[in-house]
Structure formats: C-alpha cells, structure tokens
C-alpha cells in the first residue's frame, strides 16, 4: 500500500518559516491536501490540491509538490501555528485514502 | 454546509463490536457527491482513515481493517455507521466521522468520539 513520510517533528523560532515535508513514490502526480490538527479538535484543511488554501486560511500557509515530496511551508511562524500537521493523498490503484504519520511543529 | 455528529458508547469490552453511527445534517445526504467516511487517532498516534461509502457504490476500507470493519449508509435516517468486530486495546482512539470528495479532501469532520476499549 501506499506510504507517506512524515518527519515527526519541526521546530522553529517565532517569525521564521517552517518546512513541512512529505514523501512518497512519485507523489508529484497526485494531489496532497494537508491538515492541522490541534488538541481537542477536529482536523481542518489548510492546504488542499497541493497548493491551493481556503477561505480563512492565512496566506503565510502554502504548498508544493513535486517528483517525491510534498512540502507544507508556514511563512512567519506564529505561536498559534503550534499544532500537528498531515499530509493527505488518495491513492488511486486501490481506491484508498492515506494519511501521512504527522508532523508536530514546535514554535520555540 | 454540512454538520456531522458521532454517536455511540464510550467504552466497548475487548473481543466485542464497536459500533457508532454519524449523523449529518445536511439538505440530503443521498443528494450530494460527498463519501461518508470515518477517521480515527487512536491515542498518541497520527490519523488513520478507515473507510468511506458513496450513497451509490460499495464501501471501501483501509486494507488494514478490512476483515473487521463495516460501513453502511441510512440515507431516510441521514446516518451512516461503523462497525469494528473483535476490538483490542489498538483500537482505543477518537473517532470521527467527515464528509470528503473522490480525492480525500476532507472539509466536514464531526467533533470526534472518543471510544476506549477495556
């Protein structure tokens, strides 16, 4: 089955960028959404269709993919940003969905 | 916009059958291109889907789960639900129920239910 990897954890100081990745075999021909997933919350989407972002989503979040990796980048890190993060394709040979096994981001 | 809520018990012996059920409050749950579909973080770990159905087609599941888990659909109810037989301690995890699209993306999650299994 289809595998993403995840570093599990990212730290980084307030106001600088953090660079989430995601790798899997030729992922740049699929289509990666990303989630944050905080506490005692639901999962929300902040990145879908590899680089697109919903309403409400700041603009410092943003995506990329290509060949095999997927990278989530949060631009001036707030504390606020502070949350586990996953990568998400659908694998299409056996009609599946995948999660990648999640990021933590640490604002230091 | 659609608002999904789990519902079930909280606690299920080991070798038992979990069994939640979702309902959404939507317009139709039959009328839209949604997959109902069920999410689970068991503690201390990431997300790990486990399946979804289309209101006209069979279901799928995480080859993981296969040969325990059922997922069907009530469209006059607006519910769907999961069943999971033969449950351990592994299977101790929040569970949500979300509506997503063909692709996975998943933009309606319910507020999760958190089932222990001891």
């Known amino acids: 089955s289809y595998v993403l990897n995840q570093p599990p954890s990212v730290s980084v100081p307030p106001g600088k960028t953090a660079r989430i990745t995601c790798g899997g075999s030729?992922?740049?021909?699929?289509?990666v959404h990303w989630y944050q997933k905080k506490p005692g919350q639901a999962p929300e989407v902040v990145i879908y269709?590899?680089?697109d972002r919903p309403s409400g989503i700041p603009e410092r979040f943003s995506g990329s993919n290509s060949g095999n990796t997927a990278t989530l980048t949060i631009s001036w890190v707030e504390a606020g940003d502070e949350a586990d993060y996953y990568c998400q394709v659908w694998e299409s040979s056996g009609d599946l969905v995948v999660f990648g096994g999640g990021t933590k981001l640490t604002v230091l | 916009q659609v608002q999904l809520q789990e519902s079930g018990p909280g606690q299920v012996k080991p070798s038992q059958t979990l069994s939640l059920t979702c309902t959404v409050s939507t317009g139709s749950i039959s009328g839209t291109t949604y997959y109902w579909s069920w999410i689970r973080q068991p503690t201390g770990k990431g997300l790990e889907w486990i399946g979804r159905?289309?209101?006209?087609?069979?279901?799928n599941y995480n080859p993981s789960l296969t040969s325990r888990v059922s997922i069907s659909l009530d469209t006059s109810q607006k519910q769907f639900s999961l069943t999971l037989t033969s449950v351990t301690a592994a299977d101790t995890a929040i569970y949500y129920c979300a509506a997503a699209d063909y692709y996975g993306l998943t933009d309606y999650w319910g507020q999760g239910i958190r089932v222990i299994v001891s």
């Open positions: 269709s590899d680089s």
């Open positions: 159905i289309y209101t006209s087609g069979r279901p």
């Open positions: 030729n992922i740049g021909s699929k289509s």
